[in-house]
């Protein structure tokens, strides 16, 4: 299971802290990974994260301003999101490996 | 990065049709391609990977097939609660990327 939380509103410009609690699988040894998806329009992956943090990708359009991370001995994932822009509007989801598990997602608006 | 275009983007079918989606990807992908049901207010999920492989839980009336750089999902005996956006994912390399789905309206 996996649960995000840290969503909420923020103005352009302004940073938010996401995380994501898994339980009941194999964190420590699974690839994960954020999706976004802004209403009405489809799934967009946004960052991948290796077991053991040692590698990352990113889509171009957040590259610089988004930062995946993890935390294996609490069983967390994170994602850093700074310099937001109205087109960052979107709920993200924390989704294992091969996107085979997702969360319920949490809404992020940026907005003035 | 890899495009997939997926085909066709909405359709209309009644309960007991066979209807096929059909996703191309820009270079291939060997069998690195899942397949998604998201129905409205809910979150995606997964119904088939590696190509042709299901999901524990996914009915026997969908399958999925293709290699390389065309793939297809097919529904056989249309249920009511299939209407859905179904969309298409290549993780073969970095950006993953999706179809932009297909609207099935029953």
């Known amino acids: 299971q996996l649960v995000e939380a840290g969503g909420g509103l923020v103005q352009p410009g302004g940073s938010l802290r996401l995380s994501c609690a898994a339980s009941?699988?194999?964190?420590?040894?699974?690839?994960m990974n954020w999706v976004r998806q802004t209403p009405g329009k489809g799934p967009e992956w946004v960052a991948i994260?290796?077991?053991?943090?040692?590698?990352?990708s990113y889509v171009d359009s957040v590259k610089g301003r988004f930062t995946i991370s993890r935390d294996n001995a609490r069983n967390s994932l994170y994602l850093e999101l700074s310099s937001l822009r109205a087109e960052d509007t979107a709920i993200y989801y924390c989704?294992?490996?091969?996107?085979?598990?997702w969360g319920q997602g949490t809404l992020v608006t940026v907005s003035s | 990065d890899i495009q997939m275009t997926q085909s066709p983007s909405a359709m209309s079918a009644s309960v007991g049709d066979r209807v096929t989606i059909t996703c191309r990807a820009s270079?291939?992908?060997?069998?690195?391609l899942a397949w998604f049901q998201q129905k409205p207010g809910k979150v995606p999920q997964r119904l088939i990977y590696a190509a042709s492989s299901f999901q524990s839980g996914v009915p026997s009336r969908f399958s999925g097939s293709g290699s390389g750089t065309e793939f297809t999902l097919t529904i056989n005996n249309l249920q009511p609660e299939d209407f859905a956006t179904y969309y298409c994912?290549?993780?073969?390399?970095?950006?993953?990327?999706f179809g932009q789905g297909t609207r099935l309206d029953i």
């Open positions: 009941g699988g194999t964190f420590s040894s699974s690839w």
């Open positions: 994912l290549q993780h073969n390399s970095f950006p993953f990327t």
């Open positions: 994260i290796k077991p053991d943090g040692s590698e990352k």
């Open positions: 989704t294992t490996g091969w996107l085979g598990v």
């Open positions: 270079q291939g992908i060997s069998n690195n």
